[in-house]
């Protein structure tokens, strides 16, 4: 494969929490997207990401700043 169309894993997860923004480069969101198509690995990164945030939204909005650190910890522990 043409190593210019492609990226590795470690680009992947430097540059994952900037694409889980929306602030990564469109070029380099495509790369990255593509790459999670066809990446097992990096894909659970993702979703792991994705849960993660998703939980700790919802900590959030019901109790703001309580214990998030420890939720989070917690959260982290439970994966
Ligand atoms: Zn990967």
Known sequence: MPESKYIRCEEVVEHLLTFLDGEAEESRRKLIAQHLE????????????????HKVQETATRKPTVRLKQKIRQLIDEF
């Open 38 to 53: 066809e990446c097992r690995s990096c894909c659970s990164r993702v979703d792991f990401e994705l849960a993660l945030r």
